[in-house]
């Protein structure tokens, strides 16, 4: 017989990036609640993700590690000092509490050494294998478990490593609660440029892994046909993305029906915007996973990757790939990007338009 499990009293989560892991990770932060309702939950993440987070149900501490920013400042002249002073800043507020239990989903080196430094008692990750705990991240654990296949899905595998502590992880379902402010801004924006109608399409059409990434001109002639059928189109993105987004709306032949939103939004107005669309068109990217968190109509483009690992998850995704014997290969490069050249504009406007006829927001 097992024994009773101890229930901890403060919990530190360590999941930094990215948006779509952060997302991934939410349900264990659920289960972890409902079993431990007095528990201080506090979590430490990367900026990039760190919006998702703030006012979250269920979270006690957001603390950010603004890495990026500290190692562009210690290259700057003069921009050490800051740094440092920003850096020992963190790590108090990290020392601040002594955690009950400190868990390590991501499994790299930077989270291993941001378990280092915290203080706590059982300091949780995995067990070193193919793909999971790597960089040497198992030295700063103390309590290492096996974890699920990486041919499992990443929510099923973090949810596992909790529930090899004895935290029931059944009926736990993801819920991304949209801040009413946020969805009041996105009516706002949709009211002054004349898209608050319906039917409406998000395509986020933006991916970091150039592998990932679907032809600009595919895109421009997907909004093209879409907006043929009478359907208003908006283009999302962030700041880094605005110069490609310009690019895929130099292509578009009616370019007064196209909103662009790249670099408006931040990461709570762009949930409370594809809670609103009819259909939500991305590649393989972070906000695919919030899309699919806010329960949009959508539909996934993948070429290298894998959707059985970390494709959105649940019923009623459309998800488009070819089964190609290279894909998937998860790299960054490759010379011909075959299996996302293979989808035709097409393909992906026929899953569009069921997806509007579903919604009834689009007739034959």
């Known amino acids: 017989m097992k024994p009773a499990l101890t229930p901890p009293q403060n919990i530190l989560i360590v999941k930094l990036s990215a948006i779509g892991d952060v997302i991934q990770t939410l349900p264990m932060l659920a289960a972890l609640r409902r079993r431990f309702p007095e528990a201080q939950i506090d979590w430490v993440v990367e900026e990039e993700a760190a919006g998702l987070l703030r006012g979250y149900p269920g979270i006690d501490r957001v603390l950010v590690s603004r890495r990026k920013s500290w190692q562009r400042k210690i290259w700057k002249r003069r921009g050490f000092g800051a740094a440092l002073r920003e850096i020992l800043r963190f790590v108090k507020d990290l020392r601040e509490i002594e955690y009950d239990w400190v868990i390590d989903n991501h499994g790299v080196l930077k989270s291993g050494i941001i378990v ?30 096996q974890p699920l296949s990486i041919e499992r899905h990443a929510r ?92 895929i709306l130099r292509g578009i032949r009616f370019p007064d029906r196209i909103l662009n939103l790249a670099g ?16 939500v068109i991305t590649p393989d990217t972070g906000p695919m996973h919030l899309a699919a968190a806010v329960k949009a109509p959508l539909i996934a483009l993948f070429g290298p990757t894998a959707p059985w690992r970390t494709g959105p998850y649940g019923n009623g995704h459309v998800i488009l790939r070819k089964e190609l014997p290279c894909s998937p290969c998860f790299r960054k490069k490759c010379p011909t990007g075959e299996c996302l050249d293979q989808i035709t504009v097409e393909e992906v ?11 009834r927001a689009l007739w034959p």
């Open 116 to 145: 280092a430094l915290c203080r706590g008692d059982k300091k949780i990750g995995y067990r070193a294998t193919a793909g999971i705990a790597g960089e040497g991240n198992y030295f700063f654990t103390n309590e290492r478990h």
């Open 156 to 247: 099923e595998r973090y949810l596992d490593l909790v529930g090899q502590l004895g935290v029931s992880s059944e009926d736990v379902s993801l819920e991304f609660p949209i801040p009413p402010d946020s969805l009041e801004t996105v009516r706002r924006i949709l009211d002054e440029s004349g898209f608050n109608v319906h039917p409406l399409a998000i395509i986020h059409p933006l991916a970091k892994w150039d592998t990932k990434q679907w032809a600009p001109e595919k895109f421009s002639g997907l909004a093209d046909r879409l907006s043929e059928r009478g359907v208003r189109v908006a283009i999302t993105g962030s700041r880094g993305d605005a110069t490609a987004v310009e690019g």
């Open 264 to 279: 408006k939004t931040n990461l709570g107005e762009l949930a409370a915007l594809f809670s609103l669309a009819d259909v």
């Open 349 to 359: 406007l026929k899953a569009a338009e069921e997806k509007l006829r579903e919604r």
